[in-house]
């Protein structure tokens, strides 16, 4: 993400292809089956009138901070206030180069918040001392490219519902209360077992995918019938990268 979305081209210099013929809603229509990032973020730079479409609200909600006193539709200053806006299924993409405050912040639709950087590094949420968590989910929901911190306390407070975490920054601040410190938590509890066929589409579960873990008492915190599945690390100069799943206790062969 070189460019910025400020650097697109005028209007009218959209390359001459036949998708230009298409009317706005079409268009918008379009964009929406490409994923939030890297793909509608760079259609944003074709010109003025696909950053207009890519970056519409019925799209993507922003969060970011206002340069000047001025209201746009679908920016939010702050996260809590773009969920609470959100509609079910909504994307949320928060801007780099701040650190914005998380603390205790419920989440009971599904949406998709992704930091707008090209590292997690470039978009920080922080949980300050006192609050239980940054972010609680009560349904399936999924974060991407963020980083997370929590002085005291968890990261995410996973509930109920399917979470996916994708390259991702976990940490939690040194303390010397690390052993009530955890990245993850969860909490969720399968009441009934469900059809092998519907457990994917309906039960609780998390899924880590590419996400640094750092400080804490242990990566993962499981309270409620869930467990952790399927770990695997690599290893790089400066970092570990993890990939795990919590679900559904597996019953022995």
Known sequence: ???????????????????????????????????????????????HRWRFLACHPRLWLRVERPLRDVKE???YPDLEAAISAARPGDTILIAAGGTYLACNIQIKKPLCIIGGGELPDDTVLTCSRGSDNALEFLSTCKIA??????????????????LTIQECLLQCEPNPLDYLSFPIVSTAIEYNPLPSSLKEQQGHGVTVVR?????????????????????????ARRSVFFWFEVGEKLEPL
Request: aromatic share 6%; net charge positive.
């Open 73 to 75: 539709p679908g920016v």
């Open 1 to 47: 993400m070189a460019k910025r979305l400020g650097e697109a081209a005028p209007w009218g210099e959209a390359p001459g292809s036949p998708v230009n013929s298409l009317d706005d809603g079409c268009l918008m229509h379009i964009f929406s089956f490409l994923s939030p990032i890297p793909d509608r973020y760079n259609t944003a730079l074709v010109c």
């Open 145 to 162: 490219n963020l980083t997370i911190k929590a002085e005291l306390g968890c990261c995410l407070l996973h509930r109920s519902g399917k």
């Open 211 to 235: 996400t640094r873990i750092e400080g804490g008492a242990k990566a993962v915190r499981t309270n409620g019938t869930l467990a952790l599945q399927r770990v695997r690390a690599i290893y």
